[in-house]
Each structure stands twice: as structure tokens, then as C-alpha cells.
């Protein structure tokens, strides 16, 4: 309980530190709101005399496309490489080998909060265009998509945040780390299903997309939640995988910063 004790401070810290900036996340929501417009506006294009794209309706994919706005807010990593690539480089990380508390959980203490503010200041928006976008959501009611999307959404945000932090522990070995989040960020955006359902891929490439960890990132939990997998034993599956991953990445991180260490200069902090 005293080892865990240190990280809740670290979380209040963070939360404290993030309701700070609590109108950047307001303002960050609310512009959010005109990519929700042009999603609205181009899907209902594709759909033109269509009731069907890929066995789902147009209300279906609309739900999906909400859905991820949501967990963007709640689960994924904004700028978490930029900061601790800052505190390599600032030397700000020296403090932490003088202390007993965990590098990594510190930061991922401050994730949660992050993450805890800004996807409570994320309703705010929703709230606003509920009543334009409310006839277009429709949520499968089946008990087992909660019980397994809830496990879903928690590994998902420790993959993002596992990657996030293994492109800030680059800068030990690079001076300048953006060029990498950039080049992550696009990957992510398309094989995490931000600009289209991963299911409307052909066959053989949404196979493969299923091995790897961009799917679980934010795919897989939304896929649960909003009905685009419809086999609860698939979802089952699926949560073995994205474990797999989830802990992969927490090993690499653990070698990247023991290996880091190696190549680091204390000086300053």
C-alpha cells in the first residue's frame, strides 16, 4: 500500500496539473465536433442510395465513428513521447534515479489523470450535438460487450500509452524524436480504423491487421462496443491478442529505458 501510495499522488498531481489546462481539452472537444461534421457529411455521401456498406447501415458506421471520438478523449496517448522525450533531454529524468518510484508508473499515473480530465471535458461537446446526432446512434444492448469491452478499453490504453512511452524513451539515442511520432501517427490513424472501419478492408488484409497491435490500439474495443463484432467468442480471442501485445510493449519499454540508461548522461535535473 506505500508503494501504491506514491503513485496516487502522482495521479492527484497530474489531475491537478491537467485541470490547469482544462480549457485546452474544452477547446480541443468542442473543434472535435467539426471532424464529427465532416465524418457525418461524407459517410452519408458513401452511403447515397445505399442501405448497406459491408453488412452495416449508415446509423451503424455513424455510431462507430462517435464511439471513437469518445475513446480518443478517454484512451489514447496525446502528447505523452513529446514529454518524457523532454525530460531526457532537459535532464528532469535525473530526479527519478535518486528516488524509489517507478519511472514508467509515474508517467502512466499522470496518463490516467490526463486522460480522466479530458475525456470528462469531452461530454461537454457531445452534449451540445446530441440532439443533431441522436437518432443516428444505435448501441447493441447485449450483456457480454460491456464485460468485454470494459478489459478491451483498460489494454487498450495501456498499448497506447506503452507506445507513446517507447518513442519518448528514443530520445536517449536521437536528439529529436518527432519525425518517428509522426510517422507512428499516421500508421495508427489508418490501421487503428480512425479513417475507416478495418472491416471493410478485403478479407486477407483485415486477417493480418488482426495480428497487430494498431488493431487493439482503438479498432477492437469500438468494434465491441458499437456491434461490428457480432461473435463473442471472436472478441474473446481477440482480448488474448491484444494482452499479448499489451505486454510486449511493457517489455520493450522496460528494455529501451534499462538500455537507455546505459547511454545517459546525468546532468541537470
Given at each position: 500500500m506505500l508503494r501504491l501510495a506514491?503513485?496516487?499522488?502522482?495521479?492527484?498531481?497530474?489531475?491537478?496539473?491537467?485541470?490547469?489546462?482544462?480549457?485546452?481539452?474544452?477547446?480541443?472537444?468542442?473543434?472535435s465536433l467539426f471532424h464529427l461534421i465532416v465524418v457525418f457529411t461524407l459517410w452519408t455521401a458513401a452511403y447515397a442510395g445505399k442501405t448497406e456498406i459491408g453488412g452495416f447501415n449508415l446509423d451503424q458506421t455513424l455510431t462507430y465513428f462517435v464511439m471513437l471520438l469518445v475513446l480518443q478523449f478517454f484512451i489514447s496517448a496525446f502528447n505523452e513521447d513529446f514529454q518524457i522525450s523532454e525530460e531526457i533531454r532537459n535532464g528532469l529524468i535525473n530526479q527519478f534515479l535518486l528516488k524509489p518510484i517507478n519511472y514508467f508508473g509515474y508517467r502512466f499515473?499522470?496518463?490516467?489523470?490526463?486522460?480522466?480530465?479530458?475525456?470528462?471535458?469531452?461530454?461537454?461537446?457531445?452534449?451540445?450535438?446530441?440532439?443533431?446526432?441522436?437518432?443516428?446512434?444505435?448501441?447493441?444492448?447485449?450483456?457480454?460487450r460491456l464485460w468485454l469491452g470494459i478489459p478491451a478499453l483498460g489494454l487498450s490504453a495501456v498499448i497506447q500509452f506503452a507506445i507513446a512511452f517507447c518513442f519518448g524513451l528514443m530520445a536517449f539515442w536521437f536528439l529529436e524524436i518527432q519525425s518517428f511520432v509522426i510517422l507512428s501517427f499516421a500508421i495508427e490513424t489508418l490501421l487503428g480504423g480512425q479513417v475507416f472501419p478495418l472491416?471493410?478492408?478485403?478479407?486477407?488484409?483485415?486477417?493480418?491487421?488482426?495480428?497487430?497491435?494498431?488493431?487493439?490500439?482503438?479498432?477492437?474495443?469500438?468494434?465491441?462496443?458499437?456491434?461490428?463484432?457480432?461473435?463473442?467468442?471472436?472478441?474473446?480471442?481477440?482480448?488474448?491478442?491484444?494482452?499479448?501485445?499489451a505486454v510486449a510493449l511493457l517489455l520493450l519499454g522496460r528494455l529501451l529505458w534499462?538500455?537507455?540508461?546505459?547511454?545517459h548522461t546525468a546532468v541537470g535535473g
Amino acid at each position: 500500500m506505500l508503494r501504491l501510495a506514491k503513485y496516487w499522488q502522482s495521479f492527484l498531481i497530474g489531475l491537478q496539473g491537467n485541470i490547469v489546462y482544462r480549457m485546452n481539452f474544452a477547446v480541443r472537444g468542442f473543434f472535435s465536433l467539426f471532424h464529427l461534421i465532416v465524418v457525418f457529411t461524407l459517410w452519408t455521401a458513401a452511403y447515397a442510395g445505399k442501405t448497406e456498406i459491408g453488412g452495416f447501415n449508415l446509423d451503424q458506421t455513424l455510431t462507430y465513428f462517435v464511439m471513437l471520438l469518445v475513446l480518443q478523449f478517454f484512451i489514447s496517448a496525446f502528447n505523452e513521447d513529446f514529454q518524457i522525450s523532454e525530460e531526457i533531454r532537459n535532464g528532469l529524468i535525473n530526479q527519478f534515479l535518486l528516488k524509489p518510484i517507478n519511472y514508467f508508473g509515474y508517467r502512466f499515473s499522470i496518463f490516467v489523470a490526463a486522460r480522466l480530465v479530458s475525456g470528462t471535458l469531452v461530454i461537454l461537446p457531445l452534449l451540445v450535438a446530441f440532439p443533431f446526432i441522436r437518432e443516428h446512434l444505435t448501441l447493441p444492448t447485449d450483456a457480454w460487450r460491456l464485460w468485454l469491452g470494459i478489459p478491451a478499453l483498460g489494454l487498450s490504453a495501456v498499448i497506447q500509452f506503452a507506445i507513446a512511452f517507447c518513442f519518448g524513451l528514443m530520445a536517449f539515442w536521437f536528439l529529436e524524436i518527432q519525425s518517428f511520432v509522426i510517422l507512428s501517427f499516421a500508421i495508427e490513424t489508418l490501421l487503428g480504423g480512425q479513417v475507416f472501419p478495418l472491416d471493410l478492408m478485403p478479407a486477407p488484409l483485415y486477417q493480418v491487421s488482426q495480428y497487430l497491435p494498431y488493431y487493439y490500439q482503438m479498432y477492437f474495443p469500438a468494434a465491441i462496443l458499437t456491434g461490428r463484432i457480432n461473435d463473442p467468442m471472436q472478441a474473446v480471442s481477440g482480448l488474448g491478442i491484444q494482452l499479448f501485445w499489451a505486454v510486449a510493449l511493457l517489455l520493450l519499454g522496460r528494455l529501451l529505458w534499462t538500455r537507455g540508461l546505459r547511454h545517459h548522461t546525468a546532468v541537470g535535473g
